[in-house]
């Protein structure tokens, strides 16, 4: 068998702030060989050897053409007291990913090679620098795109699915052993009380419910509310798009692939992300329904959680309205009467519509107000902390499905060991979400969603 | 390099048998030392074979290839099925056997095993040569050569027996302790402690009223310990057993005599064992349980000796006396001999490999009561591993290593090997995670395959488990392939048996709750149905398949982990994420694959996450896969 080589990590690096034009940009090395990298590719007029927790000016430059690169700051942090445990330096660069790359590029060619995505968190998680379920929500802070994502990010941070799970994890345990007892020792302890055990499961599978039916704003706050924006043409569609984004900070996001066209843009509202689909459509075809292509409107309102469907409050609820309105599959939606600065009393012959004017601004509030309440988002805090993880999610759901055939084990009068079968399945279930179920997957599907750089 | 054996086996015992008849039937050259030729596979506690968790062992032993199966049923007085109540995983059998005709039956055969010579002699040291075994030292000074020794001495090193406040040296009633060996076994570096076992007083039948007792009656129709034997024969009436209960008065008795006992009285040093605790134990620790369950059972056909399961006691003779006379029907007991206790040295498991093989010292195998065990069950089966090890070590062939989840020997050793062990260990049906799969009927299942391959699995008994499999598959087919309609209700009904709807297979048919397959058979005219064996796996698949499915889905998931192998170099100490504590006890566990890692006492989840990320890092698989 091949000897291991823990200790000899190399040395990796990698561009740790977002991709785009920024102040300034970092780049971010670690590993043994990170401070001689950093005496190599960074001249600073302090001739003394680096200091951990300090921070120097200078430049970086090409060491084989002495050619300045950017002028930059340089942060050193020593071994073990370092984001990886390891040593660890950053560039801290003028933003423009020319100058970045260029700065990222020479790090590769003197001493580092590129960082596989998650690898610095994976070496922080390795050093004993952060346990599993940090390293977890980590991914999670880095992903958050609002501010309640963010915050049920750092809820996990700090472990509270973890206690909630390992809450129902021992008690599960905890009915497993009473049965696996009564299996040998019957004699000294008496027979299983099923009575009492059926309820104890019954309670078990409820508190799995509950932290279940979160679950689904759990994925609706950690992937943003897809929203598609609806209605007749020139009912004002663009306009209330921008001025949702206008109100908030919009952050523009440009995919990859394809033309660019920006194809989606995000609001927030109560600190939940929403994502409107398709505004590249809503922006150039604003004239006629026929341009966008049916058939990407369609795919637009297949893949939305919710639907926002705008008409003209000055033309009040025509047939086409009518007849759009009829079209539409059954998901949440949100009626909004816009165009209400045109009108003498603002009032619509739709009672459950909410009267915006884009132009003015008046009723936006109201609809981000609706929105969350729509979609059960209104009231999210650290005691109804939702299940964000499609991973937690599951292990809940088969947990319950377990002890759902522990109670059918007992109604068909089976022995205990069966129950025992059912119960360790549980037991396991809700392991997977507090780590104590070692699995050999685990740790993949934790790091895989992590970015390059972190 | 010339030795005079291939394997060399200290002790006759149940371990030591099980070793040398493995070893020379794997057809190695193999020497048996006993101290005595009439006590070979002597019982000096109870009478029985099996029970919870026991039979199961036993069982396997047998699947395996190994004797104690075949020697309980040619040999027993009465058997009936335990454990019925709780389900088709805990159920097994439980023999007597008579305690005379037990140790000759397995005499003769050791005295006729090709390959095996049985040497009456006393071992009373080890010759190793730069950590590896070389051979034994007799105590005539003489040495005997062999690539393997294997050591099962049970509780004869050093032991010594408690009457009370009386202490004899001795091993047991009757047999002298030895301490040669011990010494040489310190002297190689092996931690070693002290043990304790106690054993039950024993009663003249005549002297007491049985009419007042609980009768049990053999069961007649009892499958055979031996997957070999198509059925029990018996030259002779089986014999009953009694139960009964201790009483107040009697724990008032022991109550009051505590402080005498030898184990309370601060004599014995020795741990006892947790879960076959001696009488006084047992009112000391459930001082709210007003009565325990004793059963006399009988030692021999033809001899008046009662064994009082469930009694034993380090208690000086007149309290046993006074206990036993407190309980109906024993108010005129004779006692043929006092209930004893014994403590002896033993080694700390945790200093072997899964083969049973010492870490320390090469060729060395340890088996048995000295590895901290209690139960004859016990013993067999890891003797029977140990002389598997200890051939194909001899025979430079790849090691056998038993897993958890395919059997109880497997559970048994890694619990051993693994966790160590703080008082004697005894098998229990809950030390096993994967019950329903380890069942004790479908041992040969699981095991006779792995004894063919390491070819201590004879054509005879080869042939009876391939026809078995067989069995069950064709039976199976025609079960799936024959249905139960409407048409035969009424012959259901007059039948007492749940009727159809619609058409279902004979297969789907079975899976009701109740359904028999006799009864299918009657329904459907087979004219040649299947033999009970193939019946009972048959109704258990069948029965009982969602959670067959579901427990075999776990025990996939735990194999991945079980078939990781950890590099034997690893330096745990790298280990940053790993706590200090956990990668100490890593480090001095040396676990052989993830999965026995996890069980390393003290290692936390966490811990193993990280080792996890470790391997799969240095296997370059992390981001690959």
Redesign the interface.
């Known amino acids: 068998m091949p000897s291991l080589k823990i200790a000899n990590q190399d040395t990796i690096s990698a561009i740790a702030t977002a991709p785009g034009t920024a102040a300034i940009g970092i780049v971010r090395v670690s590993g043994s060989d990170a401070f001689a990298l950093a005496e190599k590719m960074f001249r600073r007029a302090d001739p003394k050897p680096l200091e951990s927790h300090r921070i120097y000016v200078g430049e970086i430059v090409n060491p084989e053409t002495g050619v300045a690169v950017d002028r930059a700051l340089l942060l050193v942090f020593k071994a073990p007291n370092s984001y990886t445990g390891e040593d660890c330096v950053e560039f801290s660069c003028h933003g423009g990913s020319a100058v970045l790359r260029q700065a990222l590029e020479l790090t590769w060619r003197f001493g580092a090679r590129p960082a596989e995505p998650g690898e610095f968190t994976l070496r922080a998680f390795l050093n004993g620098k952060l346990d599993l379920a940090q390293a977890e929500a980590v991914a999670d802070l880095i992903h958050a795109r609002a501010e309640a994502q963010g915050r049920a990010a750092l809820e996990l941070h700090k472990g509270a699915l973890s206690q909630q799970a390992r809450h129902l994890s021992d008690s599960a345990l905890s009915l497993l052993a009473s049965v696996e007892a009564v299996i040998d020792f019957s004699e000294e302890i008496g027979d299983l009380n099923t009575e009492a055990l059926q309820s104890q499961i019954q309670e078990l599978i409820e508190e799995t419910e509950t932290l279940l039916k979160r679950a689904k704003a759990g994925r609706l706050l950690r992937e943003g509310v897809r929203l598609a924006i609806i209605g007749q043409p020139n009912v004002g569609k663009s306009s209330l798009l921008n001025a949702l984004l206008q109100e908030e900070r919009a952050i523009v996001t440009e995919v990859p692939g394809t033309t660019r066209d920006v194809i989606e843009e995000s609001f927030q509202a109560g600190g939940v992300p929403f994502i409107v689909q398709d505004t590249a459509g809503l922006r150039n075809s604003e004239d006629t329904v026929e341009r966008i292509g049916i058939e990407r409107t369609r795919q637009a309102i297949e893949n939305a959680d919710a639907l926002l469907f705008v008409f003209s409050a000055h033309a009040g609820w025509t047939e086409a309205d009518q007849a759009l309105w009829e079209t539409l599959p059954d998901k949440p939606a949100l009626l909004v009467a816009n165009k209400i600065d045109l009108l003498d009393t603002p009032v619509s012959s739709q009672p459950t519509a909410i009267l915006v004017s884009a132009l003015t601004g008046t009723g936006l509030e109201d609809v981000r107000h609706a929105l969350l309440s729509l979609l059960d988002l209104h009231d999210l805090n650290s005691e109804n902390l939702p299940v964000t993880h499609a991973r937690h999610a599951n292990a809940l759901r088969e947990a319950a499905d377990h002890l759902r055939h522990a109670l059918h084990t007992i109604d068909q009068a089976l022995p205990p060991d069966f129950l025992s079968i059912d119960l360790r399945s549980a037991w396991l279930a809700y392991g997977q979400i507090t780590g104590e179920t070692v699995e050999e997957d685990l740790i993949h599907r934790i790091f895989r969603d992590f970015c390059i750089g972190k | 390099m010339n030795r005079d054996y291939d394997v060399i086996v200290v002790g006759t015992g149940h371990a030591g048998v099980e070793a040398a008849l493995a070893a020379a039937r794997m057809g190695c050259q193999t020497a048996s030392f006993t101290l005595n030729r009439e006590r070979i596979a002597y019982m000096p506690c109870n009478c029985s074979i099996g029970g919870?968790?026991k039979g199961h062992l036993a069982r396997e032993v047998d699947a395996l290839g190994g004797q104690m199966g075949i020697n309980t049923d040619l040999s027993l007085t009465h058997i009936r099925r335990v454990g019925t109540?709780?389900?088709?995983?805990?159920q097994t059998l439980r023999a007597h056997a008579d305690k005379s005709i037990y140790p000759q039956t397995m005499r003769r055969v050791m005295e006729s095993q090709p390959h095996l010579a049985l040497v009456e002699n006393a071992v009373e040291g080890l010759l190793t040569h730069q950590n590896r075994i070389v051979g034994v030292k007799l105590a005539d000074g003489s040495e005997v050569t062999a690539h393997a020794v294997i050591i099962t001495t049970g509780t004869f090193l050093n032991g010594l027996c408690h009457l009370g406040e009386q202490k004899i040296e001795a091993a047991r009633h009757g047999d002298p302790p030895v301490g040669g060996l011990s010494q040489s076994l310190r002297a190689l570096g092996f931690r070693m402690g002290r043990f304790k076992t106690g054993t039950t007083p024993r009663l003249r039948k005549s002297s007491i009223d049985l009419t007042q007792m609980i009768l049990i009656e053999p069961e007649e129709d009892s499958p055979p310990f031996s997957f070999k034997h198509a059925r029990l024969e018996f030259a002779r009436l089986l014999l009953p057993c009694w139960q009964t209960y201790t009483n107040e008065r009697a724990h008032a008795v022991i109550q009051a005599n505590l402080h005498r006992s030898a184990m309370y009285s601060g004599q014995i040093q020795g741990t006892g064992p947790r879960y076959c605790p001696s009488i006084e134990d047992k009112i000391h620790r459930?001082p709210e349980?007003r009565a325990h369950?004793i059963f006399l059972e009988q030692e021999y056909w033809d001899q008046e000796d009662l064994y009082v399961q469930g009694m034993s006691t380090s208690l000086p003779e007149e309290t046993q006396m006074e206990i036993l006379q407190a309980m109906p029907g024993m108010e005129q007991v004779e006692m043929i001999r006092a209930g004893y206790a014994v403590e002896y040295d033993m080694v700390y498991p945790d200093q072997l490999h899964l083969t049973l093989m010492a870490r320390e010292v090469e060729g060395l195998f340890l088996a048995g009561q000295i590895n901290g065990t209690s139960g004859y069950e016990e013993a067999a089966a890891q003797g029977l591993v140990a002389g598997i090890n200890a051939a194909l070590y001899a025979q430079n062939r790849e090691p056998l290593v038993l897993e958890r989840a395919r059997s109880y020997i497997g559970v048994l050793i890694d619990d051993l090997v693994t966790k160590g062990v703080e008082d004697p260990y005894r098998m229990?049906?809950?030390r096993a995670?994967y019950?329903?799969t380890l069942r004790h009927d479908n041992a040969d299942e699981r095991l006779t395959p792995v004894g063919r391959a390491v070819g201590l699995v004879d054509d005879e008994r080869w042939q009876r488990f391939t026809q078995k499999r067989h069995g069950i598959e064709t039976e199976t087919e025609r079960l799936q392939s024959e249905f139960v309609s409407g048409k035969h209700n009424p012959w259901l009904q007059a039948n007492g048996q749940s009727m159809v709807s619609d058409r279902v297979s004979a297969y789907d048919y079975l899976r009701r709750?109740g359904a028999r397959y006799e009864t299918l058979s009657a329904l459907l005219g087979w004219e040649n149905p299947a033999p009970s064996d193939v019946v009972e796996q048959i109704e258990i698949n069948a029965k009982?398949e969602?959670?067959l499915k579901?427990?075999s889905?776990?025990v996939q998931?735990q194999q991945?982990?079980e078939h990781?192998?950890i590099?034997?170099?690893?330096?745990y100490h790298?280990?940053?994420?790993?706590s200090k504590e956990s990668r100490e006890k890593l480090a001095k566990a040396r676990p052989r694959t993830?999965g026995q890692a996890?069980r390393v006492p003290g290692v936390r989840?966490?811990d193993?996450?990280?080792l996890?990320?470790?391997l799969?890092?240095?296997n370059g698989a992390?981001?690959s896969?």
């Open positions: 919870p968790a109540g709780k389900g088709p995983a805990v459930f349980k369950p229990l049906t809950g995670e019950r329903l709750p009982y969602a959670y579901k427990q889905q776990q998931q991945k982990l990781w192998r590099p034997d170099d690893l330096d790298l280990l940053r994420a790993i993830v996890a989840p966490a193993i996450h990280c996890l990320v470790y799969k890092k240095e992390f981001y896969a």
